[in-house]
């Protein structure tokens, strides 16, 4: 197996984990009146902890489907359907027609690179800039999101070219 | 320059697409089954619950506690066994709370209800306040300060409160030495001179650090 095809089956495995591991843990404050909301509402100050495809099905029951929808397609649709075109190219013989046009796709995708991540880093920025002191952590799950993003942005660089 | 057909590639393609989707799939699945055994999941749930259980103190010889009734419940009927506001209407219960024989604390009135509650916390906030103002612990707990001393005791004072008259709905003496840190579940017997079934009584330190206060009221 070469190694485009290792590295493209690498960034699956981290892609399947990093969408269902935790990723960002919330912890709501109310900057000085924190300790009066914990005695009112007590779970309105606990910790919250979310995976990538959780916080897509709690967007989705909570009727947000525009958003629902745009991470849905950024952080597993993409990244999924990006890894398959690097797949069917690297299945192909190097110098055959139907290569070329997918390298196109794949040119193309690239200018997409780590779009997914950087819809995440929007999302933690977001809850950084909230009143309150309210703060947002990444867990592991990020790590691994990310380094399927990073891992998926190199297979091209790994990939033989055909050779003119 | 030689433009190879498609002859060998493989003759369904698009088969090949699956091998990523599977793998995708896989390992999130075979994350799934590693992490079903434990708790918590992190899909969308909260995590990192903090307990609020904790072990039991008494109160310490010579320092000074926060005490308040959060919950008093009364009987259906009043001391002479008649309906509390002669109709319908539920009781509008107030307690205060005696100490060495004054009165240190004074309740909300709680309308039409035979089970009463209170939060000990309130805050009297003006809307250019949230600009800016800082709220001390001590401003908005709305409790008795009393001191505790061996054999001490102190008298919570039940009344209805009606328009013309106040009427006692019970009082209760209650020793100082039986009373814990947190929550005390007093019950009480109907007689007579009582119509309360119940009084919660918190306890807590003064002074303490907010986080503790915070746990102790929950």
């Known amino acids: 197996m070469s190694g485009p095809r290792i590295l493209i089956l690498a960034s699956c495995g981290f892609l399947g984990i990093g969408l269902l591991a935790p990723t960002l843990t919330i912890e709501p404050r109310a900057g000085q009146f924190t300790w009066l909301v914990e005695l009112w509402d007590e779970e309105a100050t606990k910790p919250v902890t979310y995976s990538i495809f959780g916080a897509i099905r709690d967007l989705y029951l909570m009727n947000n489907f525009f958003l629902a929808l745009v991470l849905g397609l950024f952080s597993i649709l993409f990244p999924i359907f990006k890894l398959s075109l690097y797949w069917l190219v690297t299945d192909r013989h190097p110098n055959s027609g139907s290569v070329r046009s997918l390298l196109k796709w794949t040119d193309r995708l690239s200018k997409f690179s780590m779009v997914e991540v950087l819809f995440l880093a929007l999302l933690i920025l977001t809850v950084k800039t909230l009143p309150g002191g309210s703060e947002a952590k990444i867990e592991w799950g990020a790590y691994a999101f990310v380094t399927s993003a990073i891992g998926a942005m190199l297979i091209p660089l790994l990939a033989e070219r055909p050779k003119k | ?218």
């Open chain 2, 1 to 218: 320059m030689t433009d190879l057909s498609d002859f060998d590639a493989p003759k369904r393609p698009w088969l090949s697409l699956l091998i990523p989707i599977l793998v995708v799939f896989g390992f999130g699945g075979f994350y799934l089954i590693i992490n079903s055994n434990n708790t918590p999941d992190p899909i969308g749930d909260p995590t990192a619950r903090t307990g609020t259980g904790g072990i039991k103190q008494g109160l310490v010889k010579g320092q000074t506690y926060y005490l308040f009734a959060s919950e008093i419940e009364l009987y259906p009927t009043n001391l002479e066994n008649d309906p509390w506001d002669g109709g319908e209407n539920g009781p509008d219960i107030r307690y205060r709370i005696l100490w060495q024989g004054n009165k240190v604390f004074e309740s909300e009135e709680k309308d039409d209800a035979l089970i009463a509650d209170w939060s000990g916390l309130s805050l009297d906030l003006e809307w250019g306040d949230l600009m800016g103002k800082t709220i001390s612990p001590d401003e908005a707990i709305k409790a008795a300060r009393i001191r505790y001393e061996k054999g001490g005791v102190v008298e919570i004072v039940v009344e209805d409160d009606d328009l013309t008259d106040d009427d006692d709905a019970g009082r209760a003496e209650i020793e100082l030495d039986d009373l814990m840190i947190g929550k005390n579940e007093i019950k009480l017997k109907k007689t007579s001179i009582n119509a309360v079934r119940r009084i919660n009584l918190r306890a807590l330190p003064h002074g303490s650090a907010l986080k503790d206060l915070v746990e102790l009221m929950k």
